[in-house]
């Protein structure tokens, strides 16, 4: 793959981005050095000698009240929307209007240099786990970047965009949404040639009005997408079976179905590695749970797409890593302890609930269950089921419970038939830490699973035993 761009992405002279934003200058004229736009902060404790700190707005705070704590730290210049900021001799300072507004129009003229392909990921879960596969794939091969950590949302597509260079042959960006037409707007910003979407779950009810509009926001890649672009979907989930009309694109359909294009047969999960074949070639992926197949298959279909083999393919998701805290195993006391604390919705702890099942367990099985964010209305009922499940999908011994909707899981699981000495609420984890170390004996099998909100993880930092990868 050829790029047509030959100038450095990554860096932009002073006056040309001040002519991007259409801002005013503030301080040294003289500071003409070039901007890094790889090196944009918008936390100003993360700011180190020669970065640019964007002064974003937050919900409670503005950014603009931290430009002389990064000019402080080292930054060469700062955006922000202070009109009275005074840039230390040497540095500079651009004076927008909206600083998110700026923030996107320097994302979008990184866009329009960039010449390689953009692949965008989304789905009620697992899009995460998606995108750091693909990446992984096609990094084997190609040149590009993936977007950091869950850099998804309005603020975070545009700074992963801000990361892309000259020489990239992709980016995957990974698109976030909690209401109805963000995807569209990031999709405007980020113009993808090939989409992908994991499945459409109960995900963030709260902002879309139940799943229909789940549905809906979800379409709005795949009508993002151009003709001669490329959707990569879940065949499994029959919600996107009924979305697949909202495209111009070539739909592949990946799944275990027979009608889909890409198939995944003789599928296993064992010992914290998930193996399947598709069209005679095995691929084996460091991860737990079935669950994750539909994330594996959507980066064997897009690295084909780049005309990769199923060789190079299958060795690259051999090395892939799992991403923190996502079904992460290690051991506690001669128990399994799997930790899949970074995010939750119902489809996904139905999932890991799954995957936990099939786990051998001399002992108990024990589930630590957080709350599940943003299902509005249908939170409490949501639970409710949560908590059925851990007895009736998970076969679970042992229910923790932690979160607002703590008795919501517990009135579900004694619903399904667990008796209620076998259920503890817990208002937070960290009241859920020493009967958790009560319980927990050799054999045992323990999931964590919950809401990043929740901080499931500080129950690991109270074990204080490090986290090892999948094994």
Excluded at 346 to 373: F, H, K, N, T
Excluded at 386 to 398: L, M, P, R, Y
Aim: hydrophobic fraction near 45%; glycine fraction near 10%; charge should be positive.
């Amino acid at each position: 793959m050829k790029n047509s761009f030959r100038g450095n992405m990554n860096e932009a002279s002073l006056d040309k981005l001040q002519a991007i934003l259409g801002a005013r200058l503030a301080g040294d004229a003289a500071a003409r050095s070039p901007v890094r736009l790889n090196r944009v902060r918008i936390d100003s404790r993360e700011v180190r000698t020669g970065d640019t700190f964007w002064a974003l707005q937050g919900e409670t705070r503005s950014g603009g009240q931290f430009t002389a704590d990064a000019f402080a730290r080292g930054a060469a210049g700062v955006v922000t929307d202070r009109r009275d900021v005074s840039p230390p001799e040497g540095r500079w300072a651009l004076i927008v209007d909206d600083t998110g507004d700026a923030l996107r129009q320097a994302a979008s003229w990184q866009r329009n240099q960039f010449g390689g392909r953009v692949v965008a990921v989304t789905g009620s879960a697992g899009k995460t786990t998606a995108r750091q596969m693909i990446d992984t794939v096609l990094a084997s091969r190609f040149s590009g970047t993936a977007s950091p950590r869950n850099y998804n949302n309005h603020l975070g597509v545009p700074l992963s965009m801000l990361r892309w260079q000259a020489a990239h042959d992709y980016a995957v960006v990974e698109l976030g949404a909690s209401a109805r037409g963000e995807i569209a707007a990031l999709c405007e910003l980020a113009r993808p040639e090939i989409g992908v979407i994991t499945n459409i779950g109960d995900a963030h009810l709260g902002g879309f009005g139940g799943a229909a509009g789940v549905a809906a926001t979800k379409a709005e890649l795949l009508e993002a997408l151009p003709a001669d672009g490329l959707a990569v979907l879940n065949g499994d989930d029959r919600r996107l079976r009924r979305l697949a009309t909202r495209t111009r694109a070539m739909v592949q359909w990946v799944g275990r179905g027979a009608d889909c294009d890409l198939i995944a047969t003789d599928v296993h999960s064992a010992a914290g590695r998930l193996s399947f074949t598709v069209s005679r070639h095995r691929y084996s992926v460091a991860v737990w749970g079935r669950h994750h197949l539909t994330a594996a298959l959507t980066a064997v279909a897009v690295g084909k797409a780049f005309g990769l083999s199923s060789a190079e393919i299958s060795d690259a998701l051999g090395r892939f890593e799992p991403p923190p805290m996502r079904c992460q195993v290690s051991s506690f006391r001669g128990a399994r302890l799997i930790i899949d604390a970074y995010n939750a919705s119902p489809a996904a702890m139905r999932a890991a609930l799954e995957a936990m099942s099939e786990e051998p367990a001399p002992g108990l099985r024990i589930v630590v269950c957080g709350d599940m964010q943003e299902l509005g209305a249908e939170s409490r009922r949501l639970h409710r089921r949560a908590g059925n499940e851990v007895v009736t999908v998970g076969g679970a011994d042992v229910l923790v419970a932690c979160g607002e909707h703590a008795s919501d899981v517990v009135a579900g699981a004694t619903a399904a038939g667990m008796p209620g000495e076998r259920t503890i609420a817990c208002d937070s984890a960290e009241e859920a830490r020493p009967h958790l170390a009560r319980l927990v004996k050799p054999g045992d099998v323990v999931l964590l699973k919950g809401s990043r909100r929740v901080g499931l993880e500080r129950l690991v930092a109270g074990f204080e035993m490090p986290v090892a990868k999948a094994a």
